[in-house]
C-alpha cells in the first residue's frame, strides 16, 4: 500500500509565497518522476512542474521563475516553492509520483488528494 500526503496549502495574498510538501510512504522499491499538478475551478487538471529521478525540471510557462520544485530522495518527498503568487494560481494542487513498489519490476502512477491553494487580497 502506497499513500501521498499533502501538505502546505492555504490562503495567501498576491505577491505572497507558499511551500507544498508531499510525502510518498508504503512499500516503495524507487521513484521516477514527482511532479505537481493543478486544477482551478471549471478547468481542466494541468501541470505545473515536473522532477524526474536525475534532477531534471520542467515548469509550465505560467510559473516559470515563480515556482521551484524540489525532492529529497532520502525522505521520498516533493516540494513546491510558490512565490510571487497571483490569484489566477488559485486551485487545488496536485502531487504526481511514478514509482515503482515492491514486488513489480514496472513504474505506475499516484496521485495525492490535493491541497487548495487560494491567493486572494
Known amino acids: 500500500q502506497v499513500q501521498l500526503v499533502e501538505s502546505g496549502g492555504g490562503l495567501v495574498q498576491p505577491g505572497g509565497s507558499l511551500r507544498l510538501s508531499c510525502a510518498a510512504s508504503g512499500s516503495i522499491f524507487s521513484i521516477n518522476a514527482m511532479a505537481w499538478y493543478r486544477q482551478a475551478p471549471g478547468k481542466q487538471r494541468e501541470l505545473v512542474a515536473r522532477?524526474?529521478?536525475?534532477?531534471?525540471?520542467l515548469y509550465a510557462d505560467s510559473v516559470k521563475g515563480r515556482f521551484t520544485i524540489s525532492r529529497d530522495n532520502a525522505k521520498n518527498t516533493v516540494y513546491l516553492q510558490m512565490n510571487s503568487l497571483k490569484p489566477e494560481d488559485t486551485a487545488v494542487y496536485y502531487c504526481y509520483v511514478n514509482m515503482v513498489v515492491t514486488g513489480r519490476l514496472d513504474g505506475m502512477d499516484y496521485w495525492g488528494k490535493g491541497t487548495l491553494v487560494t491567493v486572494s487580497s
Open positions: 522532477i524526474t529521478a536525475i534532477g531534471s525540471r
